[in-house]
């Protein structure tokens, strides 16, 4: 029963994230065209900075959260009320202390906007209020959001999902009536704060009424070996996710320093694209994740490996025919949806493909690697990694701009967390050669740059009309590398293995059917 359970769930949290996002980011997508159309770039400049400074603000946090629901799977499984209650006030504490820290270093940035802004935007509200009505935002979900993570610790991540989406849905459509009517920027932040502030009441009124004894007045605090062993992953992963969030979040930052908000916003169109593709697989894998810890807690070595090859190529296939799209289509969905001044050179979307498939493709290692809890292996090394994407950063921006910014990233990633992340996997995790991994990611790299030159020179010949061009481009995107792949890997194990699994769940859905 408890197999079929978590199988259930996983499949539930997988159609839930995918539907639902499929559905979010179609509507998002049209209500950013309302945006540019109703304001200027210069709107999607300040909301690009903005996101990212909070977003490094909220630094306090890193760790906490999913240190938080590692230590809950546990109780969960036995039902022990008493320590769930506990981990949760013990949270509840945290993330209110969060919130009140990220307030205070966020009106401490105040003075420092006009560093970072060097040419104030052309806009008529005034940039400090619209930075407050972020900063209230991000401070105050603190306060209620940590509950929505004991629901996802259950396996239970769809009610959170579903959720989120009804109410994003919800609230873009009122952003996207409002801005055609009004064209006012800070309505339209004001309905993004009612919308985050109602999705947070509903998911602590869930929690409350599904785990009534978090309300307890009896609960007991944690035992000092729990704390300790708690904070001791709080610092592991704080240190990883901080560098992570270093390396991510600084682009739009230094992109403003050098090349002004208007550039923010207008590459913002083409990282849209690719941070909407990302998310959108990133779902399969966050589906599946509890599936493969409990697999790898129980299993051989032989079978983890086998499992682990069956993940990564589905990862390639994945991330791999996403990136052809972003690197051959992209300029022409920009040029169809936001015109053709918002259409960036050619090696703009060349640097973005190349990033969004080198953090694509460690999806299977760092799904093996937390929920293998190797979560103190290379935690300093991202530090590295942020470090060098600042130094490349400044250095390649000055010269080459926008292009330097991103390259720079991939400079940085290539020499550490690329090459080390797979090391402590199956070093430490399958104690197999990484060279094995080593060598299979070469031979996909080789594959992925040949089928990105065939659809290059296939798209090449398509010079009809703009809608057109977008429309039999796609086709040869979506046909060319699917073809490639299946002709290199039919006879594959790996590829044989999602038959078989394909196979078993059509047999499952009729035989459902016919009850």
Request: charged share 10%; proline share 2%; with cysteine.
């Amino acid at each position: 029963m408890a197999t079929k359970s978590r199988t259930h769930n996983s499949i539930l949290n997988i159609v839930t994230g995918l539907g639902g996002y499929v559905i979010n980011t179609v509507l998002g997508f049209v209500c950013r065209i309302v945006f540019i159309k109703c304001l200027s770039a210069e709107y999607l400049g300040i909301s690009g900075l903005f996101a990212n400074i909070l977003t490094m603000l909220s630094l306090a946090e890193l760790g906490i959260g999913s240190a938080i629901i590692f230590a809950l799977y546990k109780p969960l499984a036995e039902n022990d009320e008493s320590k769930i209650a506990s981990l949760m006030r013990y949270y509840g504490k945290a993330y209110k202390i969060i919130g009140i820290v990220v307030a205070i270093f966020g009106l401490c940035m105040i003075p420092f906007l006009g560093i970072v802004i060097k040419d104030p935007p052309h806009i008529k509200e005034n940039l400090y209020v619209i930075y407050l009505f972020y900063l209230f935002n991000t401070s105050s979900s603190y306060f209620f959001s940590y509950k929505s993570s004991l629901i996802m610790a259950d396996q239970q991540n769809y009610i959170v999902t579903g959720l989120n989406y009804i109410v994003t849905i919800l609230q873009s459509i009122i952003q996207m009536i409002y801005l055609l009517l009004t064209k006012e920027y800070i309505g339209y932040l004001i309905i993004q704060i009612i919308g985050v502030f109602t999705y947070n009441l509903i998911i602590s009124y869930i929690a409350n009424k599904k785990y009534p004894y978090i309300k307890s007045k009896n609960i007991l605090p944690l035992d000092k070996k729990e704390q300790k062993s708690l904070t001791s992953n709080i610092k592991a992963l704080t240190i990883w996710k901080l560098s992570a969030l270093l390396v991510n979040n600084t682009d739009n930052i230094i992109i403003t320093y050098f090349s002004g908000l208007a550039t923010v916003g207008i590459s913002s169109n083409y990282t849209l694209l690719s941070n909407t593709l990302n998310s959108l697989l990133n779902q399969i894998f966050n589906g599946i994740s509890a599936s493969v810890g409990n697999y790898n807690a129980i299993e051989s070595n032989e079978k983890k490996i086998k499992l682990f090859n069956n993940i990564n190529l589905l990862n390639f296939w994945l991330f791999g025919w996403a990136t052809v799209g972003i690197i051959v289509l992209s300029g022409d969905i920009v040029k169809l949806c936001f015109g053709e001044s918002y259409v960036l050179p050619f090696n703009i979307p060349c640097i973005i493909g190349i990033n969004f498939y080198m953090v694509g493709m460690q999806n299977a290692v760092w799904t093996y690697k937390n929920t293998m809890g190797l979560f103190r292996q290379g935690r300093y090394l991202l530090i590295v990694t942020a470090i060098l994407n600042l130094i490349f950063s400044m250095l390649l921006g000055s010269k080459w701009g926008l292009f330097g910014i991103l390259l720079a990233t991939s400079i940085s990633r290539l020499f550490t967390n690329t090459w080390y992340d797979p090391y402590v996997v199956f070093k430490y995790g399958l104690n197999t050669n990484p060279i094995v991994y080593l060598s299979k990611y070469i031979y996909f790299l080789i594959l992925l740059i040949i089928t990105v030159f065939v659809s290059l020179f296939l798209c090449d010949f398509v010079n009809i009309n703009l809608i057109v061009n977008v429309i039999i481009k796609f086709a040869i995107c979506s046909i060319v590398p699917n073809l490639i792949f299946l002709l290199v890997f039919y006879k594959n194990d790996e590829f044989k293995y999602f038959l078989e699994l394909l196979s078993k769940l059509k047999k499952h859905i009729l035989i459902k059917g016919e009850r």
